[in-house]
């Protein structure tokens, strides 16, 4: 082996680099945020709907873990136009990325609310809760907290799966990585500094996670 | 000159199964063995062999599976071993796939009653024997379960092998697609072909889990 490692070309571009690091924060906190709010709408269909939601619920959960997040964001970014629907790449990414992650979050929110036993629902409403209130208070948030840890691993493994974005030309930090070796040529390099970096972010997400749950959920669960 | 989409264009993705077929297995037997290897060393008695195969892990779980890709990609190049896609796809998902299995299986073993273990060392058997006669046969019962979970998403993972010119069923739909211009039938056609072959297995692991959970109720 007579490689020379050289990182200058790296470093020489490491604000584009930071520039992608944003778009994959951007992209994830956004997919996060939306893929939960899909989530909490399908599990609720999934739990309470009448049969017919409970099969497109079924039937989009079962289609987006069964497929590639690869083929889902061709077909939304090449296939999708056929229909009129059309994209810009970064859009495209978060719409991906929602989709893929919210088909997840709802069997993992869904297994949340079902562990929420009725009475807590009764006493609810024998407290003169509104539905609304009740679903949010008292099935919701304690299901949020049972399923955090599944959840969050599940965000992780998002921001690490939106790194495939790039292949449709989203600018995030993999496709920073991608203009740069095909400027520099140091390929090795950039990728070695490129896949550092998601291990940073997979350790500052879970430390943020964590952080969020003290603020969040940090209530005795019962007395 | 645009191709039309026809039977040909359609069969000519169909058969390029086999190659998402086989990179799978590829990776799967080296994940399965290497998997094992992880799983031991994460259970040893030894520290620095758990703090090994701990840093591996998290270093595997902590990574984007296409940054894996493209650093063994590029890695084997440095390391005078050519451009490669069969051997740069299958080595990276091996080594991506021994990580999973590699945690999955660990928790397994330490879900085996710490009894069974104890009684085998009363019983005088050494580690290979206590392993091998004991303890992950009964690990493996649990474990069915999650590996067929775990080798849907290596399936799925196989297509990011197309992004270093692996010629897989996604690389061959790109192809069609780049000839033909009928992204939503291709790309279409070629997510049915992943569903085909995704979801029967996590039907299995499903009804394993089930089983399981009905069995250790009792």
């Known amino acids: 082996m007579n490689y020379q490692l050289n990182f200058a070309p790296v470093l020489a571009n490491f604000d584009h680099l930071l520039s992608g690091m944003l778009v994959t924060l951007e992209l994830s906190f956004g997919a996060m945020l939306l893929g939960t709010v899909v989530a909490i709408v399908c599990a609720a269909g ?32 090449f296939g999708l136009p056929a229909l009129g629907i059309r994209f810009s790449p970064n859009t495209a990414a978060l719409v991906a990325l929602t989709v893929n992650v919210g088909a997840y979050a709802t069997e993992i929110i869904r297994a949340g609310i079902e562990s929420i036993q009725k009475g807590q629902v009764e006493a609810g409403t024998a407290l003169g809760l509104r539905p609304v209130q009740i679903f949010r208070y008292i099935v919701v948030k304690p299901a949020l ?58 350790i500052a997400f879970s430390g943020l996670f964590s952080l969020v749950r003290r603020w969040a959920f940090d209530y005795p669960l019962s007395r | 000159m645009i191709r039309p989409f026809g039977i040909n264009e359609a069969l000519f993705i169909v058969e390029a199964i086999r190659w998402t077929l086989a990179l799978s297995a590829v990776a799967f037997a080296g994940g399965a063995i290497g998997g094992l290897i992880v799983a031991l060393c994460r259970v040893s008695s030894v520290a620095p062999l758990r703090y090994l195969a701990l840093g591996y892990i998290r270093l595997f779980q902590g990574t984007p599976l296409l940054m894996q890709l493209f650093l063994v990609y590029f890695g084997l190049n440095i390391f005078g071993a050519g451009i490669n896609p069969w051997l740069a796809a299958s080595l990276a998902l091996t080594l991506h796939a021994s990580a999973f299995l590699g945690e999955i299986w660990r928790g397994c073993i330490e879900a085996v009653p710490s009894g069974q273990s104890e009684a085998a060392w009363a ?25 067929v979970g775990f080798l849907v998403q290596l399936i799925k993972g196989t297509s990011l092998a197309s992004i270093i010119g692996f010629v897989e069923l996604t690389r061959a739909g790109q192809i069609i697609n780049n000839a033909t211009f009928v992204p939503f039938k291709v790309f279409g056609l070629v997510a049915i072909l992943y569903f085909v072959l995704c979801w029967p297995l996590s039907l299995v692991a499903r009804w394993t889990e089930r089983r399981f959970a009905v069995a250790t109720q009792r």
């Open chain 1, 46 to 77: 999934k739990t309470g709907g009448p049969r017919p939601v409970r099969w497109v619920v079924d039937a989009y959960i079962e289609i987006i873990r069964n497929t590639p997040f690869l083929i889902q964001i061709f077909f939304i970014f």
């Open chain 1, 145 to 202: 907290r049972t399923v955090y840890p599944a959840l969050t691993s599940q965000f992780i493994y998002l921001m690490l799966t939106s790194s495939v974005v790039s292949v449709i030309s989203a600018t995030d930090l993999a496709a920073a990585g991608n203009d740069i070796q095909s400027q520099t040529f140091a390929s090795f390099e950039v990728y070695l500094v490129i896949t550092g970096m998601y291990l940073v972010l997979a």
């Open chain 2, 123 to 147: 019983l005088g058997l050494g580690y290979v024997d206590r392993m091998k006669s004991i303890v992950l046969p009964q690990a493996a019962k649990i474990a069915v379960a999650p590996t």
